[in-house]
């Protein structure tokens, strides 16, 4: 749920004229914005100098622990900023003060923002097997970062509009928007990574600063396995359950298992590499991991089949069987298998004490049709109204009910409108299971983590399996886990990731 164009002469009467004669001298302007890659010395055009840089990132920073959560470990973050810092001490922009940061999330990813700020999510961290290989992805995001690629993506896009260009060099005032715009470029490359080169040139740069650390470089094509592996576990979820899951953004996602580019980077960095790592700290890492929270964590509330718990909120709802239940930073979203309907639940403060109809119709401006109060222990209102979606206004229904000072909203919405009548049932048995945590409920709201296990002689996945509390495809997950997928059994002795 989540214009008219102006001249620069209309935002700064008396300039056009200067601006149009200097129109004509692009080329000359161009060149006031170029800069020297700090990584291949070569001029590159950015409209932006180091310091505007740096403060991207520090303005953006807050934004992305809100969005995804900084991870409740401050071992585990420490450790991680460790690895981080002495890799980036061998970059070739060591002068920064670079910032590491665990995020709170199930996806299998990480990023960086200008500046020096680098994330890695929990979520990929659970599949990384050493310390070399979260050194490989670290590494990776710091090449994204000392070869200025966010700033440089963003600079050649507003070549297109070459008046821009000129009047951002000529006019300071105009370039409080291009941060904004930046920071829309690194949302884009979060998801879907920089382009094929940019990616590749990170690929080289994380295994040269990884050879200059004394890790091998050969990680680079470790981390490569695990997330091809994703890859595949997500086509195989896809074809057991129609359900699609989310893949890593950038890292390495571009090149095939032998990608001849990508093999040679990593041996052009091999003389570099002293091979003072030789077992690479797998069991160290390991050891740091052990414990961490697998999937949900307490802070975002936990899914066990159709049932959400969240034991801050003390809440707990049942959501339709069978249907695929997804739980967001900002919304917990529930999806008919067949794509036809989708129950979203959100929550928001109650400021002023209204009733439940009330703040359907006052504070969120809806217009409810058939409405009616919801029986039960919580107060309670639902009827149908139109709400915005990202497919424009569509007919829904609405239900909303009170827990203390928080309202919990409920927005039923089918693909047909005229088959708003056939879920609506669901619609309504899921917004009136809503109720308080009791005391055997909170048992359950208690997160899932990794635990460390040796292998024995005769120890299967199958077995691990049946003894494991995930669900679906439990033997692939925990194959997954162990960088075993999408054969292989462990050997006697070794440790393996299980989780419970």
């Known amino acids: 749920m989540r214009a008219l164009q102006r001249t620069v002469s209309d935002l700064y009467p008396g300039r056009g004229r200067v601006l149009a004669t200097l129109g004509f001298c692009l080329a000359g302007m161009l060149f006031a914005g170029c800069a020297v890659n700090p990584v291949t010395g070569q001029q590159n055009l950015v409209l932006m100098s180091e310091s505007e840089e740096i403060s991207v990132g520090r303005q953006y920073h807050p934004k992305i622990l809100q969005q995804y959560g900084r991870y409740a470990d401050e071992a585990l973050q420490s450790y991680v900023q460790q690895v981080g810092t002495r890799l980036a001490e061998n970059s070739h922009r060591s002068e920064l003060v670079y910032r590491f940061t665990v995020l709170d999330s199930t996806d299998v990813n990480a990023f960086a923002l200008p500046g020096g700020y680098i994330y890695i999510t ?15 992805v670290l590494g990776h995001e710091i090449g994204h970062v000392t070869a200025r690629h966010g700033v440089r993506q963003q600079s050649a896009a507003q070549v297109a509009g070459a ?35 940019h990616e590749l040139e990170s690929d080289r740069l994380g295994a040269e600063y990884l050879a200059r650390t004394g890790y091998p470089p050969q990680s680079m094509l470790g981390v490569l396995r695990v997330l091809k592996a994703q890859e595949a ?63 949900d964590s307490p802070a975002q509330g ?12 003390g809440i707990a709802v049942t959501f339709p069987e069978h249907w695929h239940l997804s ?55 639902t009827g149908r109204a139109r709400v915005r979606t990202g497919q424009g206004e569509q007919l829904a229904r609405v239900s909303v009910l009170y827990v203390d000072q928080t309202a919990y909203l409920f927005v039923g919405l089918v693909r047909d409108t005229n088959a708003l009548a056939n879920f609506e049932p669901a619609f309504l048995d899921a917004a009136r299971s809503l109720h308080r945590l009791t005391d055997e409920e909170r048992a359950a709201a208690q997160p899932l983590r990794i635990a460390l296990v040796r292998a024995e002689a005769g120890t299967t996945y199958a077995a691990l399996a049946e003894r494991s509390p995930l669900t679906g495809l439990v033997e692939s997950q925990l194959r997954l886990l162990n960088q075993h997928y999408p054969q292989g059994d462990p050997e006697s002795g070794q440790w393996l990731k299980v989780v419970r």
């Open 233 to 295: 576990y997500a086509a195989e979820v896809a074809e057991q359950s129609g359900q699609r899951i989310q893949t890593y953004h950038g890292l390495f996602a571009t090149h095939p298992d032998n990608d001849r580019r990508l093999q040679e980077v990593v041996s052009e960095a091999l003389p570099l590499y002293a091979g003072v790592e030789a077992d690479e700290r797998r069991g160290a890492y390991l050891k740091k991991i052990d414990g961490m929270v697998f999937g």
């Open 302 to 313: 936990v899914r066990r089949g159709n049932r959400f718990f969240h034991e801050q909120l």
């Open 327 to 381: 739980n967001q930073p900002q919304q917990v979203v529930s999806a008919h298998p067949g794509g036809e309907a989708t129950l979203v639940m959100l929550a928001d403060d109650i400021n002023r004490k209204i009733p439940p109809e009330r703040f359907l119709t006052e504070r969120l401006g809806l217009q409810v049709t058939a409405g009616t109060e919801l029986q039960g222990d919580l107060p309670g209102y």
């Open 122 to 136: 929990r979520g990929l961290m659970a599949y990384l097997d050493s310390e070399a290989e979260l050194a490989a």
């Open 163 to 197: 008046g821009m260009v000129v009047a951002q060099i000529l006019l300071p005032e105009l370039r409080a928007g291009a941060a904004e715009q930046l920071y829309s470029v690194l949302s884009q490359a979060i998801l879907s990574g920089y382009g094929r080169e």
